[in-house]
């Protein structure tokens, strides 16, 4: 939602100095950029710290007190921190057990912290691999369709609105659908539109063709915001070990920006008519790219909606099919979890699902 909030005032800044010619035309959008630093620090200030970064450290007084704090006070009284504290505690000797006690940024790419590592660097690429990169430039894009500026600005302005209110519809889809169902959905749809965006830029152009593309890019942004968008930040949050969790999201994140870069050049050489000049001819190439992550996300990404992070470390422990991490759950939920014993740990149950 920051980011759509963002990506509106930034077109309506524009859209504001669109028909001035002079050299604050530029200067002054530049420079109201940094009027977003100041509540944003504001807030780091005031910001709890993470319970589970406390609780990995020994300093479990300070978790419990984060913890209370970042509580709803209307579940406070169905909420009982010590039994949180006591889990969470476990959780974490039960991820170094695993996963072994090393935290570093090497351990992210050793044993079962791979695989997480992997799924949480492929899920933030993929929102620059979607074609989400188009809403970035929609008003350009828009103008290079054919559409005048001031209606390509009016679009841009529509769109992000789409773009808001399809997040929060993110929120209640979320809870209903879960992380991999939504990805997939999300990556299915934005192909569609992607490929008859493609095609019908194939046509003569006209005011007609022009205003089509222009719908089908606030199509996909809807899309990209009712589900890759948001459902991503959930997954790079869940999917790793609880003390490899930072350092595994800083190593997605750096994925995302290499990716990002790479995307945003090629994608301003696709629009620009002095270079290659694609137009929505460009929509062939993000197809590409969005079938590409579609049968990553089939056939890697798990489902971690409704399960622990105690949970999840064992199903990743035991190499779970990504298709079947529902089913292995209620598995587990009738196994005894898990004890840090090796006698414990019961094998036969996962005959069959591994």
Known sequence: MCWLLGQLCGVGVVYAFLDSQSEWAYRIPFGLQWAFVIPILGGMVFAPESPWWLVRHGRFDEAKASLLRLMS?????????????AMMQHTSEVGKYLNGSGSSYLDCFKG?????????????????????????????????????????????????????????????????????QLYLAGLSISLVILLVAGVVSLIVENKAVSWALGSFVVALTFCYDNTIGPVCYVLVAEIPSSHLRIRTIVLARIAYNI?????????????????????????????GTTFCCLAWSYFRLPEPRGLTYLELDILF????????FGQLQKK?????????APMARPESLWGGYS
């Open 112 to 180: 079962t912290s791979l695989r997480r590592t992997e799924i949480a660097c492929a899920v933030w690429i993929t929102q620059s691999l979607s074609g989400s990169t188009l809403t970035g430039y929609a008003a350009y894009f828009f103008v290079q369709a054919g559409l005048p500026v001031n209606h390509s600005f009016h679009i841009a302005v529509g769109m992000y609105g789409a773009g808001i209110f399809g997040g929060i519809l993110s929120w209640v889809w979320l809870r209903r659908f879960g992380r991999r």
């Open 73 to 85: 006070p209307r579940s406070e009284d169905n909420f009982n921190a010590d039994d949180t504290m």
């Open 332 to 340: 587990l939920a009738s196994s005894g979890y898990f004890s840090l």
């Open 317 to 324: 422990d035991k190499k779970a099919s990504a298709r079947k």
């Open 259 to 287: 990716s990002s870069i790479i995307v945003n050049v090629l994608t301003l050489y696709m629009l620009n008519p002095t270079s290659w000049g694609w137009k929505g001819k460009g929509c062939f190439l993000f197809a």
